[in-house]
């Protein structure tokens, strides 16, 4: 599957079908189907998207939408800062110039009242919590106490997570029921969960993406080792024994997988077309960490009890050398160009510098206590230890030549025994010179600008223990020059405006765009009904009495089904510390409804169940109304990117 957008746009000027001029600039629009190995999941039911021509646009099909501005000359406008929408058309009717200009208006100071079916600029921060579940934030804008846009339960606490390269899946370790949760990044709904050998752990993908692996630290014998997962299919491929204890993965430009087995001291080597062992290198006691360099095409293996990191040679599978330092290494992570190697000491509270060129070690730097994990922006290696609130970064311009580090306050506590996990607390943003970090002894996430002296701002967890955080990416991109390219998963059947704004030079324009049916989507699953929303999105003030109505669909017949006795309704403050229970009453045409009174500002889900039908309270979609009290002023502003500083409260 490949939803990259500069991989599934098609070569030439073909599917430009959509062109406008403004102010001497060309702009052209065009959607991309991309159906390759596409597998989706409607309710239980596995639908293949094959099936469908690869020219048409249907819902629940991944997309590429571009847009490409040439001036007079068709010189290509490269680095632009832009918007789009994706907002269905006000009563079949194509936007004039009017509607289209306070659509972008509306979109722009990202009113409640008037948000788009798909926000083209979006990003998200992702929080894995110890409660089970995972919040979706969306930083940019609050609904008033609340910006949880989605909240995502797992079955178990989560362990460590990875995205698809194509951002459009995530997969979750889950290590207390032995199974990886597979996740739709783009709808954030659970597609399955995978059983696994025991205990699964580390998560990474091998460079191609075609495999997921995840690392089994099974007690049980035959089991410790690594799952192979085909990551199109979500079927497991191999599983492969390696060893003994906590295992870590890389990978190397010669497809092999690198499997470190901390109880036997060894790291096992995987032929990744023949997924069988190779070999096994003993390196010591109690390897914990594994980074992989190009540029000296060598494995690194950093040995907790005896201090010492080894190279092995990606050509010869051997070790060909050893830096040796003191015991106590917990993580280590090499720069992007793998020219550089930062390993931190937990039990000396400091981070080494290695030159991979050389093999040696250049420089100490001091640290908090208890060093544990290390992560990577433009500029800094950020170093969090457990038993310190402040995180420290060591600048990477000039590396080497100066001790120093800068730190930071990361909260008001220290992260300590809730710290234990897998996933990285530390994420850089898109822009690489700012980060977010999660304390979980504090429950909040903080975001920090590189050059303060202190975070500029934080968010809540709604009551939840943050204990991992990432970035989710949703916004256009320059993908070749002057094109300009986002990746989605189609909405619903109907007719849409595509809002485009370009802030210099001052470009406004809709285009319009289509998403058809898809006929698939229609097959029985296992429900006896689905729900159906009479209004796609409710708004609602604190105090006031907001009537939501809403379908059953009977699944076979596609006909609203009247006449159930015991619909049932339970509403979810987002926070999910209040709970409001309703029994629907029949409405008009076959729909139902009930009446509630939202008592404070924030996001609220309402779920049905049907327990003559066999229907929890969790099987069927939910319906979001948002409270807000009304707006006091408005400012026009494009959407903020990571990089500027996220609208936390």
Same mark, same amino acid.
């Given at each position: 599957?490949?939803?990259?957008?500069g991989?599934?746009?098609?070569s030439?000027?073909?599917g430009?079908k959509?062109?406008?001029?403004?102010s001497?600039v060309?702009?052209d629009?065009?959607?991309?189907?991309?159906?390759?190995d596409v597998?989706?999941?409607h309710?239980?039911?596995?639908?293949?998207?094959?099936?469908i021509?690869?020219?048409?646009?249907?819902e629940?099909q991944?997309?590429?939408?571009?847009?490409?501005l040439?001036?007079?000359?068709?010189?290509?406008?490269?680095?632009?800062?832009m918007?789009?929408w994706?907002?269905?058309?006000?009563?079949?009717?194509?936007?004039?110039?009017e509607?289209?200009?306070?659509?972008?208006?509306?979109?722009?100071?990202?009113?409640?009242?008037?948000?788009?079916e798909?926000?083209?600029?979006?990003?998200?921060?992702?929080?894995?919590?110890?409660e089970?579940?995972i919040l979706?934030?969306?930083?940019?804008?609050?609904?008033s106490t609340?910006?949880?846009?989605?909240?995502?339960?797992?079955?178990a606490?989560?362990?460590?997570?990875?995205l698809?390269?194509?951002?459009?899946?995530?997969?979750?370790t889950?290590?207390?029921?032995?199974?990886?949760?597979?996740?739709?990044?783009?709808?954030f709904?659970?597609?399955?969960?995978?059983?696994?050998?025991g205990?699964?752990?580390r998560?990474?993908?091998? &460079?191609d +993406?075609?495999?997921?692996w $995840? =690392? %089994?630290?099974? !007690?049980r014998?035959?089991?410790?080792?690594?799952?192979?997962? @085909?990551?199109?299919?979500?079927?497991?491929a191999a599983?492969?024994p390696?060893?003994?204890?906590h295992h870590?993965?890389?990978f190397?430009?010669?497809?092999?997988?690198?499997?470190?087995n901390?109880?036997?001291?060894?790291?096992?080597?995987?032929?990744?077309?023949?997924?069988a062992?190779?070999?096994?290198?003993?390196?010591?006691?109690?390897?914990?960490?594994?980074?992989?360099s190009g540029?000296?095409m060598?494995?690194?293996?950093?040995?907790?009890?005896?201090?010492?990191?080894?190279?092995?040679?990606?050509?010869?599978?051997?070790?060909?050398?050893?830096?040796?330092?003191k015991?106590g290494?917990?993580a280590?992570?090499?720069? &992007?160009? +793998?020219?550089?190697?930062? $390993? =931190? %000491?937990?039990s !000396?509270n400091?981070?080494?510098?290695?030159?991979?060129?050389? @093999?040696?070690?250049?420089?100490?730097y001091?640290?908090?206590?208890s060093?544990d994990?290390l992560?990577?922006?433009t500029?800094?290696?950020?170093?969090?230890s457990?038993?310190?609130d402040?995180v420290?970064i060591?600048?990477?311009?000039?590396?080497?030549?100066?001790?120093h580090?800068?730190?930071?306050?990361?909260?008001?506590?220290?992260p300590?025994?809730?710290?234990?996990?897998?996933?990285?607390?530390i994420?850089?943003s898109?822009?690489?010179?700012?980060?977010?970090?999660?304390?979980p002894a504090?429950?909040?996430?903080y975001?920090?600008q590189e050059?303060?002296?202190?975070?500029?701002?934080?968010?809540?967890?709604?009551?939840?223990?943050?204990?991992?955080?990432?970035?989710?990416?949703?916004?256009?991109?320059?993908?070749?020059?002057?094109?300009?390219?986002?990746?989605?998963?189609?909405?619903?059947?109907?007719t849409?405006?595509?809002?485009?704004?370009?802030?210099?030079?001052?470009?406004?324009?809709?285009?319009?765009?289509?998403?058809?049916?898809?006929?698939?989507l229609?097959?029985?699953?296992d429900?006896?009904?689905?729900?159906?929303?009479?209004?796609?999105?409710?708004?609602?003030?604190?105090?006031?009495?907001?009537q939501?109505a809403?379908?059953?669909?009977?699944?076979?017949t596609?006909?609203?089904?009247?006449?159930i006795?015991?619909?049932q309704v339970?509403?979810?403050l987002?926070?999910?510390?209040?709970?409001?229970?309703?029994?629907?009453?029949p409405?008009?045409?076959?729909?139902?409804?009930f009446?509630?009174?939202?008592?404070?500002?924030?996001?609220?889900y309402?779920?049905?169940?049907v327990?003559?039908?066999?229907?929890r309270?969790n099987q069927?979609?939910?319906?979001?109304?948002?409270?807000?009290?009304p707006e006091?002023?408005?400012?026009?502003?494009?959407?903020?990117?990571?990089?500027?500083?996220?609208?936390?409260q």
């Amino acid at each position: 599957m490949s939803t990259d957008p500069g991989a599934a746009a098609p070569s030439g000027d073909g599917g430009w079908k959509q062109t406008t001029k403004i102010s001497g600039v060309k702009v052209d629009f065009r959607g991309v189907p991309s159906l390759k190995d596409v597998v989706i999941k409607h309710g239980p039911l596995p639908v293949s998207l094959n099936e469908i021509s690869s020219t048409q646009m249907v819902e629940g099909q991944q997309a590429v939408l571009q847009f490409r501005l040439t001036d007079s000359t068709g010189t290509p406008l490269t680095g632009l800062r832009m918007a789009a929408w994706l907002d269905q058309m006000q009563a079949g009717k194509a936007a004039d110039n009017e509607t289209c200009r306070r659509k972008i208006q509306s979109f722009l100071q990202m009113r409640i009242s008037a948000r788009p079916e798909v926000d083209l600029n979006t990003y998200y921060i992702l929080a894995l919590t110890q409660e089970p579940s995972i919040l979706v934030i969306d930083p940019r804008v609050g609904f008033s106490t609340s910006k949880l846009y989605a909240m995502i339960d797992l079955q178990a606490p989560g362990e460590d997570w990875v995205l698809s390269r194509n951002n459009d899946r995530l997969f979750v370790t889950m290590p207390t029921v032995n199974k990886v949760a597979a996740l739709d990044a783009m709808t954030f709904r659970t597609i399955t969960n995978i059983e696994t050998w025991g205990k699964p752990g580390r998560l990474a993908f091998q &460079p191609d +993406g075609q495999y997921l692996w $995840v =690392a %089994n630290d099974s !007690e049980r014998p035959g089991e410790s080792g690594v799952t192979v997962i @085909n990551a199109t299919t979500l079927e497991v491929a191999a599983r492969i024994p390696t060893g003994k204890g906590h295992h870590e993965i890389v990978f190397d430009e010669n497809q092999n997988a690198y499997v470190s087995n901390q109880a036997e001291g060894t790291v096992s080597i995987i032929s990744i077309p023949k997924l069988a062992k190779v070999k096994d290198i003993d390196v010591g006691r109690s390897p914990v960490a594994l980074a992989y360099s190009g540029a000296s095409m060598s494995v690194y293996v950093a040995g907790k009890d005896e201090g010492a990191i080894l190279v092995i040679s990606s050509e010869s599978l051997a070790v060909t050398a050893t830096l040796k330092d003191k015991p106590g290494f917990t993580a280590m992570l090499l720069t &992007p160009d +793998g020219r550089w190697g930062f $390993v =931190a %000491n937990g039990s !000396e509270n400091n981070v080494l510098l290695f030159d991979v060129s050389s @093999n040696k070690f250049l420089q100490r730097y001091e640290v908090g206590r208890s060093p544990d994990q290390l992560a990577l922006t433009t500029a800094y290696v950020y170093v969090r230890s457990k038993e310190s609130d402040h995180v420290h970064i060591i600048p990477l311009n000039g590396v080497g030549s100066t001790a120093h580090t800068a730190e930071f306050p990361a909260g008001q506590n220290q992260p300590g025994a809730l710290a234990d996990i897998l996933a990285s607390p530390i994420a850089a943003s898109q822009d690489g010179d700012s980060a977010f970090v999660a304390n979980p002894a504090d429950r909040r996430i903080y975001y920090y600008q590189e050059g303060m002296a202190a975070p500029m701002s934080s968010m809540e967890s709604y009551g939840r223990v943050p204990k991992a955080v990432k970035v989710l990416d949703r916004s256009i991109r320059e993908t070749q020059p002057g094109v300009y390219s986002v990746g989605l998963r189609l909405p619903k059947p109907g007719t849409y405006d595509v809002p485009l704004f370009v802030e210099s030079p001052s470009i406004s324009n809709c285009f319009e765009f289509t998403v058809l049916p898809n006929p698939l989507l229609k097959k029985k699953g296992d429900m006896p009904v689905f729900l159906r929303a009479v209004k796609s999105e409710l708004k609602a003030q604190p105090g006031e009495p907001v009537q939501v109505a809403f379908d059953l669909v009977d699944t076979a017949t596609g006909k609203p089904r009247e006449g159930i006795k015991d619909v049932q309704v339970t509403v979810l403050l987002a926070e999910g510390l209040r709970q409001l229970r309703f029994n629907a009453e029949p409405a008009e045409d076959g729909a139902y409804q009930f009446t509630f009174t939202p008592t404070i500002d924030g996001v609220y889900y309402a779920m049905v169940q049907v327990p003559s039908l066999g229907i929890r309270a969790n099987q069927l979609s939910y319906i979001m109304i948002r409270a807000t009290a009304p707006e006091s002023s408005e400012a026009k502003a494009l959407p903020e990117s990571p990089k500027t500083q996220p609208n936390f409260q």
